[in-house]
């Protein structure tokens, strides 16, 4: 069974502030990708990153993509109160699991302005 | 342009009563669908998925079923409802790049 862990689980900061989102696995992953949830809302895809080693930018936000694809973090710039959410890091199996994602327990964050 | 509807946003069922949540999907043709519940807002815990009509993989063993009886069309069902059958479910597509997009989810609560 392939495992994803997010830390920190819970992370409030104050409104400028940067910040870095882990999400680890032993497991390797043919692509890992992240997703931000609102409360009551379904999750958005944010980004796919594929190639080990691969860096992504997205505005302030930056992803990280492992270079033994086991492992994804996600940097956010001067943190603003419209990034608060439920950040979730997901990763596509190979082989036979390549239908399923396997998502992390997600990263709640607080922005406070 | 593909979009997912689920229905009801919301539900309140006792005990013991039946359930059916649908899940459709327009502007794609032969998507794989998936099932899963997220409780207390954290990670999503996968329960179904499709990958074309009447093909259903269950995930976790429970009291909830699936069915693909159209090819855009997926269904949540229950005999029985569970009080630990509360959460907030969503219903996803992927893309040919196994991107998935969501629902806007259904909350129900169990009474």
């Known amino acids: 069974t392939q495992l994803l862990e997010q830390s920190p689980q819970f992370l409030s900061i104050q409104e400028g502030e940067n910040l870095t989102v882990y999400c680890n696995s032993s497991?390797?992953?043919?692509?890992l990708q992240w997703y931000r949830q609102e409360p009551g809302e379904g999750p958005v895809l944010l980004v796919t990153?594929?190639?080990?080693?691969e860096v992504k930018k997205l505005k302030r936000l930056t992803f990280q993509f492992g270079d033994a694809r086991k492992d994804s973090s996600l940097h956010i710039t001067a943190a603003q109160p419209g990034d608060t959410g439920l950040y979730l890091c997901?990763?596509?199996?190979?082989?036979?699991?390549?239908?399923?994602?396997?998502f992390g327990k997600g990263t709640l964050l607080t922005v406070n302005p | 342009s593909q979009t997912i509807h689920q229905w009801p946003a919301t539900l309140v069922q006792p005990v013991g009563s039946p359930l059916s949540l649908e899940c459709t999907v327009e502007?794609?043709?032969?998507?794989?669908l998936y099932w899963y519940r997220q409780a207390a807002g954290r990670g999503l815990q996968l329960l179904f998925y499709?990958?074309?009509?009447?093909?259903i993989s269950s995930e976790v063993p429970q009291n909830l079923s699936a069915s693909r009886p159209q090819d855009r069309q997926f269904i949540l069902s229950s005999k029985k409802l569970l009080l630990s059958d509360s959460g907030f479910y969503l219903c996803?597509?992927?893309?040919?790049?196994?991107?998935?997009?969501f629902g806007p989810g259904t909350r129900l609560t169990v009474t």
């Open positions: 996803a597509w992927t893309t040919s790049a196994n991107e998935q997009y």
């Open positions: 497991s390797v992953f043919s692509s």
């Open positions: 990153v594929v190639t080990g080693g």
């Open positions: 997901a990763g596509l199996g190979s082989g036979g699991s390549n239908y399923k994602l396997t």
């Open positions: 502007g794609t043709s032969n998507p794989n």
């Open positions: 499709s990958v074309g009509i009447g093909q």
